[in-house]
């Protein structure tokens, strides 16, 4: 037991050691490792010292004249030639003395609040940079001093990498040693991007509210202070929600570093932003500029692609301009094309092929201080039913193979679960038609229908291929009710799509920017995608093309161009009348054209010539800018073929041989979607040939009287006639006539002659077995007529009366060889002799007087020898 005992207190002292043992060698690596890290972060220090000092020997000298102007960028248009230089030509300078104290506090507050106390690089604010950017990658936060800025709006180029920032570094350290605080301060604040072409404060306080600096009020002061951020995001004539939030912000600052009270504060944010701008019959627009409108893209783009700040830098910039398009958009517009002083427009023309804008019209008597370009910034109007390609129709065709044939019914429907009738334009339903039909004639209720057909998921799957976020979709959305918008461009770019085949490009103005240095590059160029088969592509073109020959769109056709397009009209809520925007967005396979119409203030467009505004600009300016060139009609894919169906069949069917030709109709299909089952539902038509057909020959009329019955056949609404036809003698057959009648009188019946008479049925281009009767009249035997008694002659007579009894053979009784039926062969109840004839038939012989001598030529109206007391009985006359 004691052996036991002594053994087991010898492992608790074996464990205990163990454990010293173990616990000695962690403290050694916490150590060690701590040695590590300090050995690295001063190797780090070292080489990083190494390496700021290498970068900053190759930064370049200080120059004063850079520090303090802007550099002028170049705008180069498509073909390579300058247009535009935007620069400091009319900037505002202020001196430091007469910026307000206000105006810096907010400035300050903002933008660098320990300016006065650092010494160029803020190193507190630099580790808070470094820590997020280790956090979130380099470049998520910046830590720029206005010193710093100021460095790198002289002498860098936007890039964020660690020579620039190295450099930079050191160019602020030396710039703050060889100048003064109020004087770097003062080249920021004339230097800065504000807005668009807008440099400097002073410039900015002017262009915004009119105003010098020193009459600004804290509110507007702190809407200027709050730009450089993001100039043209927080430009408030553009967006003036976001243009508040970020004043808000700024005087929040303000109030929280000490430089305005809670007061003061709160009563500047009570403000309105648009309470005190500019308004905007007193912008003056720069006569001396030119293609405002597109420079205004320009500078969008670069800010959408973070480059906002390279204006300032000096840069080239190669833009998909041309000067030819632009100029015809701005002399449309400033043309006396509009009905009414104070209608606008916006347009936008986009390549087809490469989605780029090659011009752009902000509206009437656009210039660089205009400030709302209709032709971008307007996402706040309704498309109306231009939408109906993109969202109903273009869907269906994608997903659902529909072809152009569908047939569909416009009729009233409401919308799902709700009491609210859809409406068409014209407050009519047409009934059943084509999916063409319904489109080009634009009707609503069927858009609604094709919608649901498609689903409203599918039908944002479809237009959010194009880049554009529509929201969620509803039924309302298929006729242009929808809650989030495009710009002209944006559709300009999506109808591109269907004249290119399905390849879509979002609309872009800059092809590449080139930094100072002449040889750094920035491709902006988007890459292309295909958004929709060529099939749906083309199908979709086809249909729109009708929308300018028999549709909506007529005032807008182009003579000699291929083009394709669609009206759109939004509506007033409630009762008001008239209409608030009106739309037209057409295409051949060189340009893509959008035109909106309205009136900026919302009122009503009322009149025929305010609704036709956008076709007569879109036909103005695409006929203009198509001129001199090869435009090629649109191409029809492989994966369409073209099909005869019968119209109207459900599904739809090939037409068959007996489908009546006004029920055929050749449309196009999805190769593989055609259909190939043959419709039934006409059968070949079947007539029963007439029957009992009879022939009464009344010897004292020489005339034969025919009748015959006839069954009709089941179907309704079926014209049968009846081609009686004679054969004499063995001899060919001859017409007579074609009557809807079941009888026919025959005159002037020779003896001796044998007749066959034959009927036939006929309807719709088909021909029933005939019906025959024979008449076979005797001859007149020689010598049973007495000779008459030769008359004297009496020279004095008008030898117009040598025949009394003119009835007769007038004309020696010959027929000229030429017995003829002029007409329908009767004797249109003017049977009669010449004037003193004995005239006995009513028939209806129009016009068949023999022309030999033997015609019936106006006698008295006699009656018939035939009773036929159903009047189903014509008269005719033998050949």
Do not use: C
Request: proline share 4%.
């Amino acid at each position: 037991m004691s052996e036991q005992k002594t053994t087991r207190e010898q492992r608790r002292k074996q464990q205990m050691a163990q454990k010293k043992k173990q616990k000695k060698p962690a403290k050694t690596w916490i150590k060690r490792v701590l040695l590590a890290i300090v050995a690295v972060g001063l190797v780090g220090l070292i080489a990083g010292g190494s390496v700021f000092a290498f970068y900053a020997s190759s930064a370049p000298d200080l120059d004063e004249d850079l520090l303090k102007d802007p550099i002028s960028p170049k705008l180069l248009d498509a073909n390579g030639e300058v247009f535009a230089t935007v620069g400091s030509e009319s900037r505002e300078y202020v001196s430091y003395e007469d910026i307000p104290q206000q105006m810096e506090d907010a400035i300050l507050a903002t933008e660098d609040v320990r300016f006065y106390d650092h010494m160029g690089v803020d190193v507190l604010r630099l580790g808070k940079a470094v820590l997020a950017n280790l956090k979130d990658g380099f470049g998520a936060q910046g830590a720029s001093t206005i010193t710093q800025q100021v460095v790198k709006n002289s002498f860098f180029t936007n890039e964020k990498t660690i020579k620039r920032k190295a450099q930079e570094a050191h160019l602020a350290l030396q710039l703050e040693r060889e100048y003064k605080k109020e004087e770097i301060f003062e080249m920021y604040f004339n230097k800065v991007l504000m807005s668009g072409r807008i440099y400097g404060f002073g410039t900015a306080s002017k262009y915004f509210y009119g105003k010098e600096l020193k009459d600004l009020e804290l509110h507007e002061m702190a809407v200027l202070a709050g730009m450089p951020q993001s100039p043209n995001n927080y430009n408030p004539f553009k967006n003036p929600e976001l243009a508040e939030k970020r004043r808000n912000t700024v005087l929040y600052l303000m109030n929280l570093h000490g430089k305005i009270t809670d007061e003061e504060m709160k009563a500047a944010q009570a403000v309105p932003v648009t309470d005190s701008l500019l308004p905007e019959d007193e912008r003056v627009a720069n006569q001396d500029s030119k293609y405002d409108a597109f420079i205004d893209i320009v500078l969008d783009e670069l800010e959408e692609n973070g480059d906002a700040d390279a204006i300032s830098e000096g840069i080239t910039i190669h833009t998909t301009l041309q000067p030819k398009a632009q100029e015809q958009v701005e002399k449309t517009l400033n043309s006396d094309i509009f009905p009414t002083e104070d209608i606008q427009s916006g347009v936008a023309v986009v390549d087809t092929k490469t989605g780029a804008v090659v011009a752009a019209g902000g509206g009437r008597n656009y210039g660089e201080d205009r400030g709302y370009n209709h032709a971008q910034d307007m996402v706040n109007r309704s498309p109306g039913s231009t939408i109906k390609p993109l969202i109903d129709y273009g869907p269906a065709v994608e997903f659902l193979g529909w072809s152009p044939a569908q047939t569909l019914v416009d009729e009233e429907i409401k919308y799902t679960g709700t009491d609210q009738v859809i409406r068409n334009a014209d407050n009519k339903y047409l009934g059943s038609m084509t999916m063409r039909e319904a489109l080009y004639k634009s009707r609503n209720t069927t858009a609604v229908k094709t919608l649901k057909e498609v689903g409203t998921k599918k039908s944002r799957e479809f237009i959010s291929r194009f880049g554009v976020d529509i929201g969620t979709v509803n039924e309302a959305y298929a006729i242009g009710g929808i809650s989030k918008f495009m710009s002209p461009i944006q559709l300009a770019g999506a109808y591109a799509a269907f004249g290119n085949e399905g390849i879509h490009t979002e609309p872009y103005a800059i092809n590449k920017i080139v930094y100072r240095d002449g040889k750094t590059e920035k491709n902006y160029k988007p890459e292309s995608k295909a958004v929709m088969k060529d099939s749906t592509a083309y199908i979709i073109t086809d249909v729109l093309r009708d929308v300018l020959t028999k549709g909506t769109g007529k005032a807008a056709a182009v003579s000699g161009l291929d083009v394709a397009g669609k009206s759109g009209t939004s509506n007033f809520g409630g009762d008001k009348k008239g209409v608030p925007d009106v739309w037209f967005a057409g295409y051949t396979t060189n340009y893509s054209v959008t035109v909106w119409s309205g009136y900026d203030d919302n009122s009503a467009i009322t009149t025929s010539e305010e609704r036709s505004l956008p076709q007569r600009i879109f036909k103005e300016v695409m006929g203009n800018i198509s001129e001199g060139q090869k435009t090629e009609r649109f191409k029809k894919p492989n994966s369409v073929v073209e099909v005869t169906i019968e119209k109207g069949s459900n599904p739809l069917k090939l037409a068959s041989e007996y489908t009546p030709d006004d029920k055929k109709l050749t449309e196009l299909f999805v190769k593989g979607t055609e259909p190939t089952e043959v419709s039934e539902e006409y059968d070949q038509l079947e007539l029963n040939a007439p029957t009992n057909l009879s022939v009464q020959y009344d010897e004292t009329t020489s005339s034969a009287t025919l009748n015959w019955e006839f069954e009709q056949p089941d179907e309704e609404d079926i014209d049968v006639q009846f081609e009686v036809a004679v054969s004499i003698d063995n001899g060919p057959n001859e017409i007579l006539q074609t009557t809807n009648k079941t009888g026919l009188i025959v005159q002037n019946l020779i003896p001796g002659k044998k007749y066959v008479f034959t009927v036939t049925a006929l309807a719709e281009d088909v021909r029933s077995a005939p019906a025959s009767a024979e008449l076979v009249l005797e001859g007149i035997e020689e010598g049973t007529l007495e000779d008459p008694e030769p008359e004297e002659e009496n020279p004095e007579e008008n030898p117009e009366d040598e025949n009394e009894n003119q009835g007769g053979n007038n004309g020696n009784n010959s027929n000229n060889g030429n017995n003829g039926n002029n007409g329908n062969n009767g004797n249109n109840g003017n049977n009669g002799n010449n004037g003193n004839g004995n005239g006995n038939n009513t028939g209806n012989n129009d016009g068949g007087a023999n022309e030999g001598g033997q015609g019936n030529e106006g006698g008295t109206d006699g009656e018939s020898p035939v009773e036929n007391p159903e009047g189903n009985t014509e008269s005719g006359t033998t050949p």
